[in-house]
């Protein structure tokens, strides 16, 4: 049984404005300390689990974690090595902000292990960056961007975002233009979601925050697909693009329903089994979970074992945003029943309305079923 | 019991003029109530009642008194329902009295209902004597309230019992009051028993409970009892009072008041207004006054669900055991499936009987617009009687269509006067009266076509009035009308449960706006929505909802999943309370617009 492994720093210099994660600025936790609890939990958790085969993906995600120092990080993947074992060709990526990295960190990183980046970017532009909170400028993202090269990552993501307030399809073309001439091997380009209780979120209450409108929304959307293929990306995940061979392994996981044990504040977990599987995260509040783990206790919350009927819908859900699609087989291996027993007539529908396309074996949504994905996976609850 | 020691009386008020709260302190005062029964507001029975401070079931309990005098009274206090929609139930109960005590808010004066009580009850030749309550509050006005009494109702309040039923003040006066001013009942004993009955009401247990007042003669328990104008004959299982609960007594006498148990089945062989005889030796003639009520307003009712149909069809049965002025019968609508056309008494019955629906049996219900019932005059000369919509026959078939009218009494204060005059006339109404009761209290008297009345007028009366506007009405006659049938087109289809008849003059106006209020409650499908509403096949009013575009969650990470599970939950739940017109998927409130168009 194959289980990857994600590590949560919450922490930031600052909170974006968009941001619903669980991330913190000015923390008064000292990184060694949190990072010794992140191994400490590790330790606990080993102890509790069966042995299993070793892990096929690491994932630092925040928060920031490329706040820690190389020497931090480099103790966190020694200790999943040792308790859980990495596989030789594990992929162990890091998020990492523009602003927060030098080349010598860079290199440190990667003698550490860490093998792929994930810069968030999110912008080209300052005016941009500044509108949504960012840290750093745009010239910052570059030179982070060239000494990741420098330092040797081969294998490197960066995040955009659009439909930001202010912005144009053709702004955002040229946003991507941009991208394209940078040359990461994998590009994540979201629509600009806002989230409950972030600041944008009252902003748009108090109708403070002219975002684009939808047809606007979709043009980006349809753009983003369409001139990352033709530069030659896959576009795998309904947000997600890499060239052959450079799809994140680690998050196709959570489409695919893989085993994942999250530690740190926050860090959410999933496992397939017992029954239908179970999700939990972390207490969200730092001081909590390292009060949890020094009396060795594992933080868990909001334990939800899934239902037959949870577990289906996911499984459609997200598959679904892959661009592969489904295998209504695989359905089959995995809940003993056909999909059509499952769910009536629902196939044949969303066939009919266009929304859904089979090849070889797979179901996956159309050009339009991407834009109306919820519309499509409701029918799956 | 002697005759001379009985008095019999109700309260007659206007809703929050604290009717059931004098009532209370009448209770406790003569010890009827103690203090383990004690609730705010006995005689309102249902929590209906009780919340929105009302009595819709007549209900009648028995005091007893020491006078001043020294002398043993039974005081029968009969409570009548209090509002519009059931002037009938009320002048019944005031038959069955010889007095009432009219209680008037001393911060408010009389209102429209208030006056309309009074006047049945001066009809119903009742010694009526005023109490005006709530005088512990500041904004108490005795001396205008007086005035106004005497000025607008013309009986004498010079030494009217000033009352507060909150504070308990004024308690024994007006107790005295009762026993000095309304006079004892008529009747003999010993003539063959003729008795009112003025109200009834299914006890699960018991079966039909009924209130007589007996007129003349003896009910004792065994007799053989006959009700004159609905034709059938029970035995009289149980004879008793209400004192305040059920209480058995050996025989009711002339002059008394009471409850007989006599295995009646339903309400609708035990109607208000019926007289109650001995089958083998009855009196030589009914009482005078009896009245069949029917329907005068008529709603589709429709579960959302519709695996709920089979719960409303019982929920209706058994509201029907208790309430015989209230009809149903199931009907098919293309776009709500099963359901069943409801008949009303008036708007607030309506709304009261859909409310206990979905409370009291957990219901979740689509209502369509309320219609009145029209007469439809056929070419051949054939005339039909709908309730409708779409009951009415194609244009080429129909000579004229006539509507029912009715004669509204509104009271309001003067500085509403132009907005409601101005209300009437949009309302197509005819103006009868306009009369200054005192320099700042006008009743305003129009002439008005229930189609009217029934869609929004009260709502829009109150509001425009700031609440101070009161009404009252009593039905007219029916009238000719150019009346057309106005159908809402979804995607080119009719939506059936949306047609409503309307004045041709109002049609495109109507149209427009609600056509325009569906536009906002539609949400937008996977494809454009084309709303319509038509004329037979004249389009008169269009919006397009337009279609969705964009329906996606950007991110959907390890940290997300449970969340976004949620999220596409509450959107398919969303889904679900909607009714599936075609392939369009219309909420609830669409269906109500209709109600709210302005």
Redesign the interface.
Known sequence: MDISL?IHFPFCLRKCLYCD??SLAGSRIAPDAYVAAVVREMELRAERLPASAAAPTLYFGGGTPSLMEPDQVARLIEAAAKLFGLMDDAEVTIEANPGTLTLEKLAGYRAAGVNRLSLGVQSFSDEMLVFLGRVHTAREALDSFAAARAAGFANIGIDLIHSVPGETPAGWREELAQAVRLGPEHISA????VEEGTPFHLLEKEGQLPLPD??E??AM?RDTAALLRAAGYEHYE??NFARPGFRSRH?QL??QRGN?L?FGA?????LRSPAYGV?W?NSLSPEAYLQAVSRAVLAEE?L?PLAER?AM??FF??GL?LLDGVAPAQFCREFGITVEEAYPGVLAQLLA?GLVETREGFVRLTGRG??????V??RF? | MVIENIRNFSIIAHIDHGKSTLADRLLEYTGALSEREKQDQFLDKMDLERERGITIKAQTVRLNYRADDGRDYVLNLIDTPGHVDFTYEVSRSLAACEGGLLVVDSSQGVEAQTLANVYLALDNNLEVFPVLNKIDLPAAEPERVKQEIEEIIGIDAHDAVLASAKEGIGTREILEEIVKKIPPPQGDPARPLKALLFDSWYDQYQGVVILVRIIDGVLKKGDKILLMMNGSSYETLKVGVFAPVMREVPALSAGEVGFVIAGIKEVKDAKVGDTVTLLHNPCAAPLAGFKEVKPMVFSGLYPIDTVQYEQLRDALAKLKLNDASFSYEPETSLALGFGFRCGFLGLLHMEIIQERLEREFNLELITTAPTVVYRVHKVGGEVITIESANLLPPVQEIDHVEEPFILASIHVPNEFVGAILALCEEKRGVQREIKYLTPTRVMIVYELPLNEVVLDFYDRLKSISKGYASLDYEQLDYRRSELVRMNILINGEVVDALSLIIHRDKAYYRGRDLVSKMKELIPRQ?FEVAIQAAIGTKVIARETVKA????????????D??R??KL??K??EG?KRMKNVGNVELPQEAFLAILKVE
């Open positions: 994600y994660f669980n979201y629509a600009l979601t939808e047809e929304g979709v959307f309904i947000s998050n959570y489409w994942c999250g926050g860090a959410h977990s999933f999700r995260r909001e939800t949870d819908a996911e859900f997200l945003r309305e991407l834009d109306l994905a919820n519309q996976f409701v609850l | 996977m969705m575009r964009k329906d996606v969650l950007a991110k959907c990470y390890g940290g999943i449970t976004k599970r596409l939950e959107q398919k889904k």
